[in-house]
């Protein structure tokens, strides 16, 4: 079974998927709605075989169901068919979730995906469970508004960086964690990673959006999801 992998984020669409050597990418924004990201994917991907696709979204996803509209794109997206317009089955999974899974080796790990918001997941005894930690409440606005790419850009990489090893150690204390995996396209910006974290590399995405299909180590289901060892 061939799977294709189509990682949404806020600035760009990125796409791979079983058997081909490089990844593709177009670019998203606050225009891109459900059904430009399906014509986008198909240009691009019109020479490459799949029997199946991992849709990783940026936004909160309950039960494999879009349970909100995404921040960082345009409308539409909740109640859309993924699968008539792909034309196969589809799973949805949140994209930090996806990376987590991608990036997991045991234990109880935090995911946080640096990009241009903030991605969170967190794995215990190999159950993934997707989190919204980016709206919560910190300083004078949200820990998005201080990690994402709205603070690298208002306030320069050294606060920025300021800032999320104060995230980082925030939550890994509050949620008492064994490994923190940092994530997103930003996580190069960072001299050096906080103290007890390990980089997650982008191709970690595709990782976890092949393993969702793997029945033996990913069950999707209305109970939490579970990854078998």
Not at 4 to 24: F, P, Y
Request: with cysteine; glycine share 14%; charged share 20%.
């Amino acid at each position: 079974m061939n799977v294709l992998v189509v990682d949404v984020g806020g600035t760009g669409v990125k796409l791979l998927a079983t058997g081909e050597g490089e990844s593709r990418r177009f670019v998203s924004g606050p225009n891109m709605t459900a059904e430009r990201m399906v014509a986008g994917v198909k240009e691009l991907t019109v020479d490459w075989r799949y029997d199946v696709v991992t849709l990783g979204y940026p936004g909160p996803v309950m039960h494999g169901r879009l349970a909100a509209e995404p921040h960082n794109l345009g409308p539409g997206w909740v109640g859309f068919d993924f699968e008539a317009a792909f034309g196969c089955p589809v799973k949805i999974v949140n994209d930090a979730a996806m990376q987590a899974l991608g990036s997991f080796q045991g234990g109880k790990m935090l995911f946080l995906g640096l990009g241009t918001g903030l991605g969170s997941t967190m794995i215990v005894d190999g159950i993934i469970e997707p989190m919204e930690l980016a709206h919560l409440p910190y300083r004078k606005g949200t820990y998005e508004d201080y990690v994402g790419i709205r603070s690298l850009k208002r306030f320069g990489k050294k606060k920025w960086r300021r800032f999320v090893a104060d995230v980082v150690a925030r939550l890994s204390t509050a949620l008492e964690v064994d490994d923190v995996v940092l994530g997103g396209g930003n996580v190069q910006k960072l001299k050096e990673l906080p103290p007890g974290c390990r980089a997650g590399l982008n191709a970690n995405a595709f990782e976890g959006g092949f393993r969702i299909w793997d029945s033996g180590r990913y069950q999707q289901a209305s109970a939490p999801a579970t990854i078998g060892s």
